[in-house]
Each structure stands twice: as C-alpha cells, then as structure tokens.
C-alpha cells in the first residue's frame, strides 16, 4: 500500500494565481491554511480572498488556527532565534486546541488530496513543516513540499530541526 501524500507550500514573494497553479499542477483538492492570523499584505491571500481563488480553482478551504504560529514564534523566526523558534512550535502543538486540529488535517487529508498553507517559502523554516512531520508520523503521509519554483521532498537537514 503506498502513502497519501500531504503537500506544503509557502506563498512568500508569490502570486494568488500561481499559488493556485501549482496547488492544481499537483492535484490538491484541499487547501489547508495553517496560519495564526489568515491576514496578509500580499494581494489575494487574506482568509476570504485565499478561500475564494482556491473554490474557483475547484479546492475546498479551511483554516486550522490551532496549527499557527503565535505572534511571539513569528517574531523569533523573524530573528532567526530557531531555539526559540521552534520551542514556541512545540508547546502550540502540542495544546488540546492543535490536537484537534491535527486530527481534523488528518482526516481532511485522508479524504483528498491536502496541502498547508502558510507565508514563508523556505520549508525548513517554517512551522507547517513540523505541523506535516506530526501528521506524517501519526498517519503515515508522505511530505512533499510544493513552490511554484518546484517541489521538494520532505527530507529535513537536522540543523533546522527544533
């Protein structure tokens, strides 16, 4: 039996559309926005904006609050404090509210083909790549981490990991 993949993608420095492209390209039915706050400078990824070019693309849309980085873990991965950083990740995930959030990823993901969302580019920088590390090891998915400059496999170089 293979795995179900679970894609990521970053839409920093990028545009709806494209975003949207490659969401299509790869086959995602369910775009999965794990930020904190879904409000953003770049034009069309604001919660409404983001939910309405991914239904006219065909995907379902849904924020997972509970998996974002709270406004100190933004401040820290701005600074590049990555102990910091990813000690902030932990304790968000692992509260009751990201737990149920995790499962509710889990089984939107099961269900179609599923990718988070959130506003950095670089992966290995990025909470959602610990929020699919979590749900790759519980369930079984397989990571791949999708730009519109290409897609990644989910290996990780342990200097970014927590």
């Known amino acids: 039996m293979t795995s179900q993949t679970l894609y990521t993608i ?5 545009l709806l559309r494209d975003v949207v492209a490659t969401l299509a ?6 775009l999965l926005d794990v930020r904190d706050r879904p409000i953003s400078r770049r034009p069309g990824f604001s919660k409404r904006q983001l939910a309405a070019g ?4 065909g995907m379902r849309y849904f ?9 100190e873990g933004r401040l820290a991965n701005r ?11 932990e304790e968000r995930l ?9 499962q509710e990823a889990a089984e939107l993901a099961r269900a ?22 979590i749900l790759a ?3 079984g998915f397989t990571i791949r981490h999708l730009s519109v400059y290409g897609t990644k496999e989910g290996a990780v170089p342990l200097a970014h990991q927590r």
């Open 112 to 133: 179609a083909p599923s990718c988070l969302l959130c506003y950095e580019a670089d992966w290995h920088i990025c909470h959602r790549r610990r929020v699919a590390e």
């Open 137 to 139: 090891e519980r369930h």
């Open 25 to 30: 390209a790869a086959g995602v039915a369910i």
């Open 54 to 57: 991914a239904e006219d693309a």
């Open 10 to 14: 970053g839409y920093e420095k990028t």
């Open 63 to 71: 924020h997972l609050r509970a998996l974002g980085t709270p406004p």
């Open 79 to 89: 600074r590049r404090e990555w102990d910091q950083f990813w000690a902030i990740v």
């Open 94 to 102: 692992a509260s009751a509210e990201a737990e149920l959030a995790l």
